[in-house]
């Protein structure tokens, strides 16, 4: 869950990987470093803390010329943050340095071996096993030094390296960690992840698992494990550049907020045409779709709430069973997967090690997977047998807001062709929730512009111990990723309760003045839910109730109502979440947190 750099051409390095390294800050930001060569010796800053310690350390990177370099954000996983522990890493010699992203698996019998070798260590990291075991077999061949390495070395990692005795080469490795490479005006660079090279170029080459990368100021060579000459095409990238930047906004995840109604538009509006759900991306016949027995959804996180969400919308709508799984759960428990099963993997980044794991072992098991993901060429996507993109654009924040609302839509958008096709739902049925669907973003919108209503509230629970969330049904769904929200960002203690188990024992958590947040959209269920309300009330709770507009029952349970729109019953996760995104936001910046880089987590999780 780090983030890596890596520039040569014709212009100064450093400043290149610090700018590369902003836009992978949320990847990890306990501590950060960079490593550039000046022609004659490898110089390296490394510095504990966010990323503007070291920009200031080195003034921009000013203070380091040179125009090969390699660059690292950190989230520690082998040893605490410090200078020591935080990337890149040198051998004794300070002729080859690393920086890595991923876990070495195998790294402590490794460390013991090169140990009994001679060789010592000054960190605590998995890391520094990789750059002494480079110096081991290094013979003046960069690439054969590196792809014994590789057969060595157990788990995942993108790697930058760079060898002094070959100033004119940058190398780049990757298994089962992002990597991306690419063409840039007088050089190549490479990167973790899209938004770091969006200022510099739009096409760049996803790499693979165990491919190596040997670049030069102009030219760019791709190799296999075997270190045979292997040909590679380039993607192009369309996210607007202005979109990894704040715009004005005081942070990323209130502006991410906000472009939620523009993330909601672009999944659903270019699928809709002549009165059907077209997904051309998606490679699914209707014989496909119809020989669905069971679907199956793997992710994590705010994506594995929407996967929450789905099944009441896909067994609802279209009448399939579905399970739903935690990707880290998923692999271990010796998943049954029958025959007409569908995977579906949710993930935003399309890299996440979890659900990529989950990926292949229902590849294993010869079930076809549907991969829903925003990033075009993600590794999910490539590896998935279909694929639907969300087209939400670069999402900065660590907690989601926009992904999640455009992974709703591509789930409504799938549930409602799956059921159609499958005669669950007439053409007249679909025409109603087309134009239903049509209203999100307008609703969306509205929702966002009582900001101020939802702050004030917000402030009133700035010092609160515990808020809890209860739902039943979709509205359970919701409720997790309510909660979520506000434990991601405000470190205030929160759960999220399926609202019939109170008193099961969750009851008893509830005394005088406890926040009790009470999701009720499902008409079906407004009686069950206010019941539950007063019982959470009656031992002293203060109740937050979101509902539709048309319930005003509910005010006799609720000391405090925010009302959605009226929409479609499958549709309501949309518009329900919005006051709870904002309430977690401000409740998050009236206690002074850092809402965009909340302590101890990284965005993209490409470690299991």
């Known amino acids: 869950m780090c983030g890596i750099v890596g520039y040569i051409g014709n212009q100064q390095a450093a400043p290149i990987l610090l700018d590369g390294l902003g836009k992978l800050e949320y990847r990890g930001y306990d501590s950060a470093g960079v490593a550039v060569f000046d022609g004659t010796d490898i110089n390296m800053v490394k510095a504990q803390g966010r990323l503007k310690v070291l920009d200031e350390l080195t003034h921009g990177g000013e203070t380091l010329p040179g125009t090969l370099g ?7 996983t082998h040893g605490a943050p410090s200078d020591t522990n935080a990337h890149p ?9 690393v920086v890595h992203n991923g876990i070495i698996e195998n790294y402590l019998k490794l460390k013991k071996k090169l140990t009994a070798r001679g060789y010592e260590f000054v960190s605590e990291t998995d890391t520094e096993v990789i750059v002494h075991l480079l110096d081991r077999y290094y013979t003046g061949n960069p690439l054969q030094a590196i792809t014994k390495v590789m057969h060595r070395m157990e788990g995942s990692y993108a790697l930058g390296i760079i060898f002094k005795d070959h100033p004119n080469e940058l190398y780049a490795v990757r298994k089962d960690s992002p990597l991306i490479v690419g063409h840039t005006k007088g050089g190549n660079i490479i990167a973790s992840d899209v938004p770091a090279v969006l200022k510099y170029t739009r096409d760049v080459f996803f790499i693979e698992n165990e491919e190596i990368v040997r670049m030069t100021e102009d030219s760019m060579e791709f190799f296999n494990v075997d270190e045979e000459p292997i040909e590679k095409e380039a993607t192009h990238i369309e996210w607007d550049v202005n979109a990894a930047e704040k715009g004005g906004y005081e942070h990323f995840m209130l502006k991410e907020m906000y472009e939620q109604p523009k993330a909601i538009l672009d999944t659903f509006s270019p699928r809709i045409k002549d009165g059907n759900i077209v997904i051309d991306e998606l490679g699914m016949s209707d014989e496909d779709i119809q020989a669905i027995r069971k679907i199956m959804i793997v992710a994590c996180g705010s994506a594995y709430h929407v996967g929450m969400s ?11 069973p579905v399970e739903v799984d935690t990707a880290s759960e998923f692999r271990y428990r010796n998943p049954i997967l029958e025959e007409g099963t569908l995977l579906i993997v949710i993930s935003q980044s399309g890299e996440t090690a979890d659900s990529l794991a989950a990926l292949r072992e229902a590849h294993n098991q010869g079930t076809k997977v549907l991969g829903i993901v925003n990033v075009v060429g993600s590794s999910i996507a490539r590896e998935a047998d279909n694929v639907m993109y969300t087209w939400a654009g670069p999402e900065i924040a660590v907690a989601t807001t926009k992904a999640y ?9 799938l549930a409602m062709k799956f059921a159609h096709v499958r005669g669950k739902l007439d053409d007249q049925g679909m025409a109603q929730m087309i134009e239903e669907m049509k209203e999100l973003p307008t609703q969306v919108e509205m929702l966002l512009n009582n900001k101020n ?3 004030k509230f917000a402030n009133r629970y700035l010092a609160a111990r515990d808020i809890f969330f209860i739902g039943r049904g979709i509205d359970y769904a919701i ?7 506000l434990k991601e960002v405000s470190y205030i203690h929160s759960e999220a309760y399926a609202a019939g188990e109170l008193k099961h024992g969750t009851i008893s958590l509830i005394e005088e003045g406890t926040l009790v947040s009470a999701v009720l959209t499902q008409e079906e269920l407004y009686k069950k839910m206010i019941s539950n309300m007063v019982e959470v009330r009656t031992r002293g709770a203060f109740v937050m109730a979101v509902t539709n507009v048309d319930n005003t029952e509910v005010e006799r349970a609720a ?13 309501t ?20 947190c850092d809402v965009d880089k909340p302590r101890n987590l990284a965005k993209s999780v490409t470690v299991e």
Do not use: C
Not at 70 to 76: D, P, Q, S, V
């Open 310 to 320: 789905s099944k009441y919308i896909f067994e609802g709508l279209a009448r399939i």
């Open 479 to 485: 409720s997790l990723e309510g909660s979520l929200k």
């Open 559 to 571: 000391d405090y109502v925010v009302y959605i729109p009226k929409t479609n019953k499958y549709f």
């Open 453 to 455: 209503r939802i702050q």
């Open 405 to 413: 609302s455009a992974q709703l839509i591509a789930m409504y958008l």
């Open 89 to 97: 890493h040198f051998n004794k010699d300070k002729s080859i340095v």
């Open 70 to 76: 390699i660059g690292h954000t950190r989230w520690a």
């Open 573 to 592: 996760n949309s518009l329900a979440i919005i006051p709870l995104q904002l309430f977690g936001y401000y409740v998050a910046v009236g206690r002074g």
